[in-house]
């Protein structure tokens, strides 16, 4: 017999002189989809600063009507002995300001202090993203239940409100510490209030998917004693509602000792996107050099090898700490986590005069902040503010703004990755 025929003839084998179709495909084998990492999108490939929005002021039309976040006692005005801040504002810019029983600048101006719920705060705040080269703020959302729930609610539509005329992307970025019942809480807020917020153009998409933040799942102190399977419940619930979900987590998350939790490791490969925290880890230049060889690659390494995006944390440093370096200890960050193959960055924080880690505008001199002594928290008499000139080095009261710009600009592969600081301190 002709072998062709033969073979043509043979059960299940259908000869091409007879059939003009393919041959029939073998059994289907199990497949496993493997996870990647995403394309460039709101997050991916983008900068992002951490928004507090928490200054209130009384008189400012806020529902909370109190100077909040200003002070330690928050019914009485800001002064010496009554401060919650480490760091001084350059309110230049403000159109609407608030006094303080602090003494006048020593340049002779009042000392006062602004409002985030003021239209204008908010508005100039997010023009200097935008004019910056920011591209996105992730605004800070605690338990919204009690006293802050309405000027949080207020502080939403305003941020949303900004954004959109600023031309910058915003997210929701809750912070679950000390918060009692998170779950259901947080899964009533996001739908009976912040998913609508998520319709603005401006709200963050990555994957054609809106961004939610959580930050604190897993951290090992008191004030986040959740368990691991309630946490990544909650994870999986944003995500069955469509949301891109982002872990603010421990620093140590992969080997989960230090400030994380023992086997909270399934929860953390849960989320879509991982940001290490990073405030008070490190402090200066060679400490981010210890932790880029030590911690980064090997994140950026595990989150590449698991289809997890990895967006660190970038901070400019404690002012009142003396950290900064003239920009140094930052723009080496920005160094260290480019060359790291970092998916997207997280500054950390944009308005946080509370901990001295803000980048918006700060008193660039000692004659932008109020005379005589502060008196820290503690009530122990110390110097006076930390200015941004504070190791004898000239700064514009924008300089961690420019600095930021160009670290994007770095990051984005605008400009050449280099370890030398472009930025000069005063423009």
């Not at 929701?172 to 603005?200: P, Q």
């Not at 604190?216 to 999986?236: E, L, P, Q, R, Y």
């Not at 190791?391 to 990755?417: E, Q, V």
Request: glycine share 8%; net charge neutral.
């Amino acid at each position: 017999m002709n072998a062709l025929l033969f073979i043509a003839l043979l059960p299940g084998v259908i000869s091409s002189c007879s059939k003009k179709t393919s041959p029939t495909p073998p059994p289907a084998k199990d497949t496993v989809t493997v996870r990647q990492q995403s394309p460039v999108g709101d997050v991916v490939g983008k900068v992002v600063v951490g928004y507090q929005g928490w200054f209130a002021a009384i008189g400012d039309g806020s529902p909370i009507n109190l100077y909040w976040h200003w002070t330690q006692t928050w019914e009485q005005q800001p002064s010496p002995t009554n401060t919650g801040i480490s760091a001084w504002p350059d309110v230049r810019e403000y159109t609407s300001t608030f006094p303080t029983k602090y003494p006048n600048l020593n340049n002779g101006q009042s000392a006062n202090v602004f409002s985030s719920f003021s239209d204008q705060t908010v508005d100039i705040q997010f023009k200097w993203m935008k004019d910056y080269g920011i591209d996105g703020a992730a605004l800070q959302r605690f338990n919204p239940s009690g006293l802050e729930g309405p000027v949080r609610d207020a502080m939403a539509t305003k941020v949303k409100i900004a954004a959109e005329k600023n031309g910058v992307k915003f997210y929701i970025m809750y912070d679950v510490s000390g918060w009692t019942n998170m779950a259901t809480e947080m899964e009533a807020d996001w739908t009976s209030k912040m998913s609508a917020l998520t319709s603005s153009p401006q709200y963050a998409k990555q994957n054609g998917k809106p961004v939610v933040c959580i930050w604190g799942f897993g951290f090992s102190d008191d004030n986040h004693n959740f368990t691991s399977d309630a946490c990544t419940a909650v994870i999986k619930w944003f995500q069955s509602k469509g949301c891109y979900v982002i872990g603010g987590v421990p620093t140590h998350w992969r080997d989960q000792n230090s400030d994380s939790r023992p086997d909270f490791l399934t929860t953390y490969r849960a989320f879509d996107m991982l940001s290490p925290w990073m405030v008070g880890r490190i402090g200066n230049a060679n400490e981010s050099d210890g932790y880029y060889a030590n911690t980064n690659k090997a994140d950026e390494a595990y989150c590449r090898a698991n289809g997890i995006d990895y967006q660190p944390c970038i901070l400019p440093g404690d002012l009142s700490a003396r950290q900064r370096a003239h920009g140094d200890f930052m723009w080496r960050q920005f160094y260290n986590m480019t060359k790291a193959g970092a998916q997207g960055l997280y500054i950390s924080m944009y308005d946080e005069f509370n901990e001295g880690n803000q980048i918006v505008k700060t008193a660039e001199s000692q004659a932008f902040v109020p005379a005589g002594p502060r008196i820290i928290v503690n009530g122990v008499a110390g110097p006076n503010f930390v200015s941004l000139d504070e190791d004898g080095t000239a700064c514009s009261s924008d300089y961690y703004l420019r600095l930021t710009g160009d670290g994007a600009k770095m990051f984005k592969g605008l400009i050449p990755l280099t370890a030398t600081r472009p930025t000069k301190p005063m423009p």
